[in-house]
């Protein structure tokens, strides 16, 4: 879907200009615009309230990043000319080219296109055949006592950012972990249906209907136990 809107840069004139959005959708728009250097962008659209982008990244640019910590998502993040970059499969520590894949005003999301710098912490996924098409497994990547001092970091992110009474003085303990962090899951919902002949129990691929036909997959308990 396109259509012409109207956008506001930080020139020296203030100069209207035109420009056209290339993808659309009730959340997120991707729009192209001249080089304003570092422009304040405000987009207007009938029946949508003003929107302010806070940079001129766009999606498909690449650029050199360094990971300082990981999201509560386990995203990986750094900061590109100021602005927050939220990257999948990135660790602290890593320096990579991000390549990014949606915008919003006051930040990016991007995935990794090449890895320069790789993290003491990366492993590889014990599940690689699925990592990267299903949930529940999105750290595989990271060693298991990097996810348990993840784990202490999420809690402290969240106490500095909603900062409750007292937050300061709560004594944040290491992750009590397991011997064997595999093998621990004994309830499992999947989806089913009839693939080439034979009946497929999986899940779907992220954010979509499209069945991932898991043979296996290790956080299960294997049934044959």
Do not use: W
Not at 62 to 79: A, D, H, Q, S, V
């Amino acid at each position: 879907m396109q259509m012409s809107v109207r956008i506001t840069c930080a020139l020296p004139s203030y100069a209207i200009l035109t420009t056209t959005i290339i993808q659309y959708d009730a959340k997120l728009m991707t729009i192209i615009y001249p080089n304003c250097g570092n422009p304040i962008t405000k987009v207007r659209k009938k029946n949508m309230s003003e929107v302010t982008y806070f940079h001129d990244i766009q999606v498909g640019q690449r650029f050199p990043l360094t990971i300082k910590r990981l999201g509560i998502n386990g995203e990986g993040i750094g900061y590109y000319k100021r602005t927050i970059a939220f990257v999948t499969g990135a660790l602290p520590e890593e320096v990579i080219v991000a390549e990014v894949t949606a915008i919003a005003p006051k930040f990016v999301n991007a995935k990794i296109h090449t890895i320069r710098q790789k993290s003491a912490q990366r492993v590889e996924p014990r599940d690689a055949d699925y990592y990267g098409h299903v949930g529940g497994i999105e750290l595989e990547h990271l060693s298991y006592p990097g996810q348990l001092a993840f784990k202490v970091d999420v809690i402290r992110q969240s106490l500095e950012k909603f900062k409750p009474r007292g937050y300061q003085d709560c004594d944040l303990r290491p992750t009590i972990g397991m011997a064997d962090p595999h093998g621990y899951r004994n309830k499992a919902q999947f989806q089913v249906r009839e693939i080439d002949g034979h009946v497929a129990a999986g899940l779907y691929h992220e954010h979509s209907h499209q069945l991932v036909d898991l043979k296996v997959e290790s956080i299960k308990i294997d049934r044959n136990h």
